[in-house]
């Protein structure tokens, strides 16, 4: 290859390397490109590249504050989660209080009602007892004054009523 | 009827009677008279009914007394009852032996027996009621089957229940 390009000068001395004054003239345009580039373009890029950084440490910072928020948020969601345990533990005990509370109630209302049947029930007995002891008595009273009169009157006979008529003069004659 | 009207009755039979001499047989065949009238209600209808004539009811009294009364007691209900005071004539027949009673310094005592009482009867009892009351008693007996046995005796306020009515009535009260 070497010897091809010493033969030939359309090529170069080098297959890698360019000539020595396209090295030179080469570099002194890249210089002066990047010299141009540093003067005009340098601000603007620097410029651009403060604003990405800005916006990049921006962005880590909103996602600081949304981290930071979701963990208040996580907080305080454990928190009421927390609250609820706590709520629903507080109800339910509420509840077996209020249940227990109502079957001692209900209880006792039952007792104190089954006491009053009861005794509403040995007065109704002891009144119907008596009522019908009383209607036996009327009856049997109310028979025996009809009954009475008959039995007398028809026990007097003339003896009897001599007999009444001087004890009873015997009796007044003797000062009543 | 007023109290003056039946005391001036009274007064007026109370007279004849004792004209008569027949008092004490009128005063108490009256007051028999007075007190069967009182227990009767058909009787006592009979004798105060406006609608039938005065002639009927003197002739009703005297069939009725006619043969177990004294003439004068017949005719002086027959005036009565003609006259049209025969409602009256219980209260009448009161004042009557009222006045009678005092005219004869007696307390009048109603007796009421079941049966007649003998004359002896009557006279022990007028003594037992005399000595009782201390009082000497004018006794008139009525004889009320309601008594059913024994004898109850009225002198003024003071009754002496010796009935069998009473009898059975305490025992009803204590049945």
């Known amino acids: 290859m070497t010897f091809l390009a010493t033969a030939d000068p359309t090529r170069t001395h080098s297959w890698i390397w360019p000539e020595g004054y396209e090295v030179y003239f080469g570099g002194a345009a890249s210089i002066f490109v990047f010299a141009l580039l540093f003067k005009f373009a340098g601000p603007t890029l620097k410029k651009g590249m403060s604003d990405r950084t800005a916006r990049i440490q921006k962005q880590l910072d909103d996602a600081a504050n949304a981290m930071s928020s979701a963990q208040a948020e996580a907080i305080r969601i454990r928190e009421a989660k927390g609250d609820i345990g706590s709520e629903r533990a507080r109800l339910l005990a509420e509840a077996d209080t209020q249940a227990q509370q109502l079957l001692v109630d209900g209880r006792a209302r039952l007792e104190v009602e089954i006491v009053d049947l009861e005794t509403k029930a040995v007065a109704d007995n002891v009144a119907a007892s008596g009522r019908i002891g009383d209607e036996l008595r009327a009856e049997v009273a109310r028979l025996s004054i009809a009954a009475v009169d008959h039995v007398v009157s028809g026990s007097l006979d003339a003896a009897t009523h001599q007999e009444l008529i001087e004890n009873f003069i015997v009796r007044v004659g003797a000062g009543r | ?175």
Not at chain 2, 58 to 63: A, F, K, M, P
């Open chain 2, 1 to 175: 009827m007023t109290d003056q009207r039946i005391d001036g009755y009274a007064r007026a039979l109370f007279e004849i009677a004792r004209a008569e001499g027949t008092l004490d047989t009128v005063e108490d065949e009256l007051y028999r008279f007075a007190r069967a009238l009182e227990g009767s209600e058909a009787l006592r209808n009979s004798l105060t009914d406006e609608q039938i004539p005065a002639s009927r009811r003197q002739s009703i009294v005297e069939d009725l007394v006619g043969g177990s009364a004294s003439p004068t007691t017949v005719q002086l209900v027959s005036m009565v009852v003609g006259s049209g005071r025969g409602r009256d004539l219980p209260a009448i027949v009161d004042s009557l032996v009222a006045r009678a009673s005092s005219a004869k310094n007696l307390e009048l005592a109603e007796v009421r027996t079941a049966v007649p009482l003998t004359g002896d009867q009557e006279s022990r009892l007028a003594a037992a009621l005399a000595a009782a009351t201390g009082k000497s008693v004018n006794l008139k007996v009525v004889v009320d089957p309601s008594v059913i046995g024994g004898v109850v005796a009225t002198i003024g306020d003071t009754v002496i229940d010796g009935s069998v009515r009473s009898r059975i009535e305490q025992l009803k009260s204590r049945l």
